[in-house]
């Protein structure tokens, strides 16, 4: 896996003009969610920063931001797609062989980096998992340089866990501690019953230096950062991805607008306490 | 009774727990041991005991008719299993399972809630441990309930 380290739209295309790719495999994770290996028809796949998404366009339909959820050595990146809408059931639906346009990759990426030396807590939420499987990757292949590594994930249930195959090695790991839940679950699931903000306090990491890198649905996000601030995490320590509608991608059009911040440009990773009054904690 | 006054102490419900209500409270405490798949408590029974998790996990169950049983929750070490003996009627809501073999202190109901009622200092200090144990699980079932993960 390679990873920029300068901003990969100063070197890529034309911020708006898609470039061709062929979707190279086509894995079903879920019902309704699919994982696209997509390699560039021309040249090779531009460097990326974990946590960065590219837009991926439908030929016909349209276009949606879609997390990069992997790279592949061959030089293709796999993005995870949940079937909710016109594009992204269209893409979902793509089969090996066929061409779609992608620009990209776009928006700030995990500071993965920043963590070394620090314990670092991994949260994610359903489809969450995808923009924060290469940072885990990042992470893990780089083990020796971080303090203690927590990944907390959770889902619907055991049946919508996604990529149990890459959780069981994690899980096998002795310097990785893997922590799942699920919100609903039959007697014959031996794992654990709950809600993913739930985890914080079961997970061993220094409040006090440690970092959190936490995506999934925008209320599980809320519940989570309030289960790491009341474990005494400072908000600057917290990083959450944020997700709103996008169309140009390179903060010009305004679709994406989050307070005085442009998701697209400015996020979708976003240090919490630049947010937090935009990201209020409801009583509930 | 030394013994169960420690391991009382070193649960994380009871933290920072005074030595005096430490000695009241073991007066009502037990081991307990529950195989996997052995019930802590079922649905409907009395609730004349609760339990501090020390090692295993615990599912809370229901049944749901024409279905196979609902886990509600999990709970593992260092949790507490049980609220339902706080209030009248005094019923059990849920069963609970031992999903793995579980070692837990349990507490006699009757006995704590008659100590809470002569030493007010103990019953408030057993109310502030409980609250924030049951909002939070009210917290979580209100997440729950939101189906956060949608289409998933
Ligand atoms: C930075 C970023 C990264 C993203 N990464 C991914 C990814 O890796 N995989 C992926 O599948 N999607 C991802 N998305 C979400 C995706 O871009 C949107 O779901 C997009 O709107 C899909 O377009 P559509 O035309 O299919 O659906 P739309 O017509 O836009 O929406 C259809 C229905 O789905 C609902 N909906 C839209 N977006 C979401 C959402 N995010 N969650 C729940 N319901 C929604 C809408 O309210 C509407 O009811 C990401 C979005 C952003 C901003
Ligand atoms: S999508 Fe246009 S400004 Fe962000």
């Not at chain 1, 314990?119 to 340089?145: E, N």
């Not at chain 1, 907390?152 to 069981?168: D, K, N």
């Not at chain 1, 995490?233 to 991805?241: M, Y």
């Not at chain 1, 997700?243 to 400015?266: I, L, S, T, Y």
Request: with cysteine; proline share 6%; aromatic share 8%.
């Amino acid at each position: 896996m390679s990873m920029a380290t300068t901003d990969p739209r100063a070197a890529g295309p034309a911020p708006f003009v898609p470039q061709a790719y062929r979707v190279e495999e086509v894995t079903r994770e879920l019902a309704d969610t699919v994982s696209l290996r997509l390699a560039p028809l021309d040249g090779a796949r531009p460097d990326f920063r974990p946590g960065q998404f590219n837009m991926l366009w439908a030929f016909g339909v349209g276009e949606a931001a879609i997390s990069i959820s992997d790279v592949e050595t061959d030089g293709s990146f796999v993005h995870t797609v949940r079937a909710v809408g016109a594009v992204s059931g269209a893409l979902a639906g793509l089969e090996v062989g066929t061409r779609v346009g992608l620009r990209g990759p776009f928006g700030t990426g995990w500071r993965v980096a920043e963590a070394r030396g620090a314990d670092v807590v991994v949260v994610a939420g359903g489809l969450g998992l995808a923009p924060l499987r290469p940072a885990i990757q990042a992470l893990l292949a780089d083990r020796a340089r971080y303090g203690r590594v927590a990944i907390l994930v959770g889902a619907r249930s055991p049946e919508t866990l996604l990529y149990p195959e890459a959780l069981a090695p994690w899980q096998r790991r002795p310097d990785v501690e893997v922590l799942v839940t699920v919100d609903h679950a039959g007697a014959d699931w031996a794992g654990r019953v709950g809600v993913v903000p739930g985890l914080v306090p079961r997970a061993a990491f220094d409040a006090d230096d440690c970092v959190a890198l936490v995506c999934g649905p925008e209320v599980m996000m809320r519940f989570t950062v309030a289960a790491l601030r009341h474990a005494g995490v400072a908000a600057e320590r917290i990083h959450v991805s944020m997700e709103r509608n996008m169309k140009c991608a390179v903060g010009w059009c305004g679709h994406c607008q989050f307070g005085p911040a442009f998701v697209c440009k400015d996020g979708p990773v976003m240090r919490y306490d630049a947010i937090a009054d935009l990201f209020s904690i409801p009583e509930v | 009774m030394a013994y169960l006054e420690r391991i009382l102490g070193e649960h994380p419900f009871f933290a920072g727990l005074d030595d005096e209500h430490g000695r009241l409270l073991a007066g009502c405490a037990r081991n307990r041991r529950f195989a996997a798949g052995e019930y802590l408590f079922r649905e409907g029974e009395a609730a004349d005991e609760f339990y501090l998790i020390r090692h295993g996990q615990v599912a809370l169950e229901t049944l749901v008719p024409g279905r196979a049983p609902l886990v509600i929750a999990t709970l593992g070490e260092g949790e507490i299993v049980g609220a339902s003996w706080l209030l009248p009627p005094y019923r059990w809501m849920f069963d609970a399972r031992a999903v793995t073999l579980t070692r837990a202190i349990g507490l006699d109901a009757a006995c704590l809630r008659g100590k809470c009622e002569v030493d007010h200092h103990l019953g408030y200090d057993m109310m502030k441990r409980f609250l924030p144990v049951v909002v939070k699980r009210l917290h979580d079932t209100r997440l729950q309930v939101l189906d956060v993960y949608g289409d998933d």
